[in-house]
C-alpha cells in the first residue's frame, strides 16, 4: 500500500531530518487490510532510526504527538484502528518542543 | 461494505454542520471542521482579551517571541486580532538571544522573519550586551547543573529590561494553558503555596514597572500547534515555514 507520510515539530530528527518519505507498507496478515496500529509498528522498524521512545510509546505513539491522517485528527478516525487506504496522508507532528 | 466503511469515515463539525470534522478539539471534546476551528479559536482569545481588559488602546505591547510555536502563533492571532478588533495597539516584537549555540540562532532567523511577515518592529536583548556572558560560556564555567536557574533569571531580567527600552506598556508571553497546568503541578509538588496562589493569574506584575499578560492562559497546546499545521488555507504559506523553521529549531531532547 502506497502511503505518504510526514513528521514535523522535531520528529524529522529521528527519520534522518527527511520531513516526508513515500513509502510501501505491505500488510501483514491475509485480509490486506492496514490499520495506524499496523502502521506505527512498521514505521519504528522502517522509517525512525534513532530513540524510537520519542516516537512511540508500547503500541501508540508517544504523548505529546499528534497524528492527522488525510488532514483529519486520528481522534475522529479511531486512532490506533483507523483504517488506511491506498494513497493516505498520515501525519505525525510532535507538540513537546519551546513555545 | 465500502459505503459503511467511507461513512464511518466522515463526521460532519458539530458548528457548521456542512463540512467534514478536521480535529477534536481537546478543550470541548467536540468534532469540528478547519474554518469553523480558526473563527473559534481566533474569537475564544479574543474573548478572553475582552473579558479580561487585558489592554487599553493606545497601549504599546511587546510580545515575547521565542521564534517557538506558541509565541509565532501569539504574533501572528494578537496582530490578527488588533487589526479585526481595533484594540488600538501598538504591538513589538521582543526576543532573547542567551548565546546558545545551534539554539538561538535559529529561532531568532524565525522572529526576523516574524518582523518582515507581521510588519512588527523587533527588538533583540542578549545576554552577552547585559551581563558579559553568553549560556554557552556560563555553561563552560558552571557545568551542567543550575545554568537553567541562571538562565531563567536572567531571561526574566532581559525581557523586563527589553521592554523598559522600548519604553512599553505590557509584555505578552505565550504561555498556554498546559503551561499553567503544568506550574499549578509543579508548585503542589514542592508544596510552594506562595507561588501556587499567584500562577494562574492571566495578568502579573501590575504593581511593577511592566505587566505581563498570557492571553493563550485558557488555549489548549494542541491546538495553537494544529491552528498554522494544515490550514494554510488561512495561514499565509510563509508563515507556515517559519512555524516550521521555529518547530525544527528546539531540537534539545
Known amino acids: ?99 | 461494505m465500502e459505503g459503511n466503511h467511507e461513512k464511518a469515515r466522515v463526521r460532519l463539525c458539530y458548528l457548521c454542520n456542512q463540512r467534514r470534522a478536521a480535529l477534536k478539539r481537546p478543550k470541548t471534546l467536540e468534532q469540528i471542521c478547519r474554518e469553523c476551528f480558526y473563527e473559534v479559536f481566533e474569537e475564544e482569545i479574543h474573548q478572553v482579551i475582552v473579558k479580561n481588559q487585558l489592554f487599553k488602546p493606545g497601549e504599546r505591547i511587546a510580545i515575547g517571541a521565542s521564534g517557538g510555536k506558541d509565541s509565532t502563533v501569539l504574533a501572528y492571532v494578537l496582530s490578527e486580532l488588533n487589526r479585526r478588533h481595533n484594540y488600538g495597539l501598538d504591538l513589538f516584537l521582543l526576543s532573547v538571544d542567551e548565546g546558545i549555540t545551534g539554539y538561538r540562532d535559529d529561532s531568532l532567523e524565525t522572529v526576523k522573519r516574524n518582523e518582515l511577515q507581521y510588519g512588527l518592529p523587533l527588538k533583540i536583548v542578549s545576554y552577552k550586551d547585559l551581563y558579559g556572558w553568553t549560556m554557552d560560556e556560563i555553561v563552560k564555567t558552571i557545568g551542567l547543573k543550575n545554568n537553567c536557574t541562571f538562565c531563567g533569571v536572567f531571561r526574566r531580567q532581559a525581557l523586563d529590561r527589553g521592554a523598559a527600552l522600548l519604553k512599553v506598556d505590557k509584555l505578552v508571553t505565550g504561555h498556554n494553558a498546559d503551561d499553567i497546568a503544568e506550574t499549578v503541578l509543579l508548585n503542589i509538588l514542592r508544596g510552594d503555596i506562595a507561588r501556587l496562589s499567584r500562577c494562574t493569574s492571566i495578568t502579573t506584575g501590575e504593581d511593577g514597572p511592566i505587566p505581563r499578560c498570557k492571553p493563550f492562559k485558557y488555549t489548549y497546546e494542541k491546538e495553537i500547534v494544529i491552528y498554522p499545521y494544515g490550514y494554510g488555507v488561512k495561514f499565509p504559506w510563509i508563515f507556515f515555514i517559519a512555524y516550521c523553521i521555529s518547530l525544527l529549531s528546539v531540537s534539545y531532547w
Open chain 1, 1 to 99: 500500500m502506497q502511503l505518504t507520510l510526514e513528521f514535523g515539530g522535531g520528529l524529522e530528527l529521528l527519520c534522518d531530518s527527511v520531513k516526508i518519505h513515500d513509502v510501501n507498507v505491505i500488510p501483514n496478515n491475509e485480509v490486506d487490510k492496514l490499520t495506524m496500529k499496523d502502521l506505527l509498528v512498521w514505521v519504528r522498524t522502517n522509517v525512525i532510526k534513532e530513540r524510537p521512545e520519542m516516537f512511540m510509546k508500547d503500541d501508540s505513539v508517544r504523548p505529546g504527538v499528534l497524528v492527522l491522517v488525510n488532514d483529519c485528527d486520528w481522534e475522529l478516525s479511531g486512532q490506533l484502528d483507523t483504517p488506511l487506504e491506498e494513497k493516505d496522508v498520515v501525519v505525525f507532528i510532535s507538540t513537546l518542543h519551546g513555545g
